[in-house]
């Protein structure tokens, strides 16, 4: 990490904050917690849209991810201009909702904070992580796949102090 003392805020974005996005923070709160990172490193969500403020995780993500040893239970609320000052990488699912986080940003400091979750990932090849909730269950594993493969470039990048 470039910066043993200071504290890496990441937050995790997609639309509704009910599916992708807490999985994400889900998966990466696991990876940090067993790296022994918790002291360095924190992980929230949130969703572009405020359709589900205050919801739990769709149960379906919930139960995908519980079979991988996850709970995924935060609550969802809607992304803000704050979240800018709040958080030092800002990760958007697809390039919808990319687009959204950079309309919202105040200065190219800001826009710097922002990047695709798919960039990051190692094993995979994919421009985008796709929205499961109108998927059967290979959608919601496929995310699951796609999310953890891209949470492990993610804390591999920030022990490396690149991100």
């Given at each position: 990490?470039?910066?043993?003392?200071?504290?890496?805020?990441?937050?995790?974005?997609?639309?509704?904050?009910?599916?992708?996005?807490?999985?994400?923070?889900?998966?990466?709160?696991?990876?940090?917690?067993?790296?022994?990172?918790?002291?360095?490193?924190?992980?929230?969500?949130?969703?572009?849209?405020?359709?589900h403020n205050g919801e739990l995780p769709d149960s379906r993500m919930r139960q995908h991810g519980a079979r991988r040893g996850y709970?995924?239970?935060?609550?969802?609320?809607?992304?803000?201009?704050?979240?800018?000052?709040?958080?030092?990488?800002?990760?958007?699912?697809?390039?919808?909702?990319?687009?959204?986080?950079?309309?919202?940003?105040?200065?190219?400091?800001?826009?710097?904070?922002?990047?695709?979750?798919?960039?990051?990932?190692?094993?995979?090849?994919?421009?985008?992580?796709?929205?499961?909730?109108?998927?059967?269950?290979?959608?919601?594993?496929?995310?699951?796949?796609?999310?953890?493969?891209?949470?492990?470039?993610?804390?591999?990048?920030?022990?490396?102090?690149?991100?």
């Open positions: 990490m470039k910066d043993n003392t200071k504290l890496y805020k990441v937050l995790f974005v997609c639309l509704g904050n009910i599916c992708r996005s807490p999985a994400a923070e889900g998966i990466f709160k696991k990876l940090v917690e067993e790296n022994k990172l918790g002291d360095k490193i924190i992980a929230d969500s949130a969703g572009t849209s405020g359709y709970k995924f239970d935060s609550l969802s609320r809607k992304f803000t201009v704050h979240d800018f000052d709040d958080f030092d990488i800002i990760l958007a699912m697809d390039d919808s909702n990319y687009a959204n986080i950079m309309r919202l940003a105040p200065d190219i400091e800001s826009e710097r904070k922002v990047y695709r979750m798919v960039d990051f990932l190692q094993k995979y090849s994919h421009d985008h992580v796709p929205d499961p909730y109108y998927s059967g269950a290979d959608g919601f594993e496929l995310v699951l796949d796609l999310l953890e493969d891209g949470c492990n470039g993610l804390l591999e990048q920030i022990r490396d102090g690149k991100v």
